[in-house]
């Protein structure tokens, strides 16, 4: 028996097929407001950062203007979608907006399973610093469905926990790091993805161990992000790209990079302050190098008079034992005028302390150190526990020590001076005596996430 629809089912019909219809225009036009925010660069220069919060904001009028004309059509069938559509719509700007979180709390009420809803609602609340609640929300989304966003949230807001001791900060540092590299594998196309993945990699240099293969994870992290255009111009990469570069010790790169953040978010104070700060460091340290730490000549005389080979300590016999304990490396003493750039095998030198560096971050501990020549160098040391630093007077001996000769201009300002890297001041030997396990710790810094 065939059965024809009467003239109401048809309307009925009609309007259901409207309304669909009428739904992916609307998140049609979310997603194109996105992806203006998200790639604003793609076709224009970056002296427009300064009106790119303006130019969204017309998009985002227009946005809601459309939204608005179609809320009566759409909302009878589609509450809860139409709510997070007008709620993401609502976040798309850096700062907190209570009318976002509103329509996105309700939109999650009406469909606890409406993933994407969860994840925009708790972006909103830790733009409000409310962390716990923005926690709450992706761990309600992964609940209803892995996914990428959650992961990469959740590894940050994990870093943010208040810890008791070590061992808590190590399992957070840990826990953070897995929910980035998941975040990455479920997509290893998504830029931001890898942003998050190489923050986690940084928190763990200080949070854990400041390993240079932690910041070569780092670096690599960050230049596959580069590789998506919409993180490209993200300034949380370049901030943090240029805080892994400063660690490495590739001081003109980083300030380039800290330059390249402060141009695509011009308000953005960190970037510009962390650029005062290293130039303000290199200055001192090539003026201290160049004028051996401005010590008085009568008093520097005396200095590079009392080095004794006496002062080498066990490294005084030749050889010295790896901290693994499994290697033994012959060593040979050499004045500073001697050393050649990057790592000088079975090479050992000693010094006095002419003078401490002072670094905003406390980290690396920075000291210029005199050879029996009178010839200066910087030395930065890595791990260093609060309070174990060397003084002024001190001798110190440095095992294969590697090299770097910076020497660049950045500005009207050029920086030059030969530096020791010492990853660990268990190798160093002061006034005759091998540094112990008292002496090394780790130190935590922030990780910036501006919400652009």
Known sequence: MCTSLDENDMASLRIHVNVDDTLKMLNDKVEALYRFRDHYFENRSIDEAKHKNQAVQKVLDDTLALLNEHQDLVVKAHRATFYYLKGKALNVLPHYSKEAEDFLSKAVKLDPKLVEAWNELGECYWKNDNIKEAENCFNGALNNGKNKVSLRNLSMTSRQKSVANAEEKRKIVEYGLSLAKEAVQLDPNDGLSWIILGNAHLSSFFGLSQSPKTLKLCLNAYIHAEKDIAAKSNPDLHYNK???????????????????????????????????????????????????????????????????AKQLGPYGGGSYTSLSGRTTVKLEHIEFEDLQEGLNEEKVILGKVVCSVYNEDGVPFTFCLVSKLGTCLAVTVFNLAESRGVIIGDSVAIPEPYVTDVDFKYGNKRFKFRLIRVETPRVMVVNGKKLGKDTQACVQMSIFKKFT
């Open 242 to 308: 240029a805080i892994t570069l400063k660690y490495q010790e590739e001081f003109e790169m980083a300030l380039n990079s800290f330059n390249i953040a402060s141009s695509y978010e011009p308000g953005w104070d960190p970037p510009k302050v962390q650029t005062t700060q290293l130039e303000k460091y290199l200055e001192q340290v090539t003026d201290f190098v160049n004028n051996s730490g401005r010590m008085k000549a009568k008093r520097l005389q005396q200095i590079t008079q009392s080095i004794d």
